[in-house]
Nanobody, 122 residues
Framework: QVQLVESGGGLVQAGGSLRLSCAASGCTSSSYAMVWFLQPPGKEREFVAVIKWRGGTTDYADSVKGRFAISRDNAKNTVYLQMNSLKPEDTAVYYC???????????????WGQGTQVTVSS
């Protein structure tokens, strides 16, 4: 059974930084596409960033390119999301997801973490 546990959320001022972590168990994260999604209050879940399989290719939503960076520590089976230059509109619950196939559609993922709240004050 794949389990994902996020951590690292919190309250930060605009322009600040946070690093989210997603610890995976029951799978080898390097064999999966590991994806971050966000869900603002009252809105749908949206793709943020992905790191794919063994090669580690990454991709980002246009809204976070140049500000966020996804990375993976295979020894720790953990994926990170470094978030810099945060904006109030980044405020959301951030979720980690995993699947053998990559997709920006959250409906295709079977494995999810519980989410971590990120709040950016202006």
């Amino acid at each position: 059974q794949v389990q994902l546990v996020e951590s690292g959320g919190g309250l930060v001022q605009a322009g600040g930084s946070l690093r989210l972590s997603c610890a995976a168990s029951g799978c080898t994260s390097s064999s999966y596409a590991m994806v971050w999604f966000l869900q603002p209050p009252g809105k749908e879940r949206e793709f943020v960033a992905v790191i794919k399989w063994r090669g580690g290719t990454t991709d980002y939503a246009d809204s976070v390119k140049g500000r966020f960076a996804i990375s993976r520590d295979n020894a720790k089976n953990t994926v990170y999301l470094q978030m810099n230059s945060l904006k109030p509109e980044d405020t959301a619950v951030y979720y980690c997801a995993a699947d053998l196939s990559w997709s920006a559609d959250p409906g295709t993922y079977d494995y999810w973490g519980q989410g971590t709240q990120v709040t950016v004050s202006s």
